[in-house]
């Protein structure tokens, strides 16, 4: 005969408190999903543009130095060197090491802070070289 017990219940989204540390590993998965899938779609066009002649490849340049192109060339950017310093910071705490609760929470904010300020610094020596 079985006995009733009650079972534990996993943790789900409304008992976990968010913080930095969270937001930021989250982030890490969104910036690499992004780049990768956004990434191979431009390298693909790119590749058939070229191989397709002259006029492909110059539709493709048109749109990849319009507006747009640029609003998107600075989102992976941003996508990059977010992902680079989460990568940087998982490979911290891979080691062991940041895991205090100061610790973790400085490197995280440090991400979403850095992020910003270099894909800033890359793009404004981008439109200085091209003045």
Not at 11 to 25: D, E, R, Y
Not at 30 to 56: C, H, Q
Not at 62 to 71: M, Q, R
């Amino acid at each position: 005969m079985t006995s009733e017990r009650a079972r534990p219940l996993s943790p789900h989204l409304t008992i976990w408190k968010w913080g930095p540390a969270m937001a930021a590993s989250i982030f890490h998965r969104v910036t690499g999903n992004g780049l990768a899938t956004v990434g191979a779609m431009g390298l693909v066009w790119w590749l058939v543009a070229a191989a397709s002649g002259p006029e492909a490849y110059a539709s493709f340049m048109a749109c990849a130095t319009s507006w747009f192109g640029k609003l998107v060339g600075i989102g992976l950017t941003w996508f990059f060197f977010q992902h680079l310093f989460g990568g940087l910071r998982h490979l911290v705490l891979d080691t062991g090491a940041g895991y205090e609760l100061r610790t973790n929470k400085t490197w995280s904010l440090f991400i979403f802070a850095a992020a910003p300020v270099a894909t800033a610094i890359v793009w404004l020596l981008i439109f200085w070289k091209a003045l």
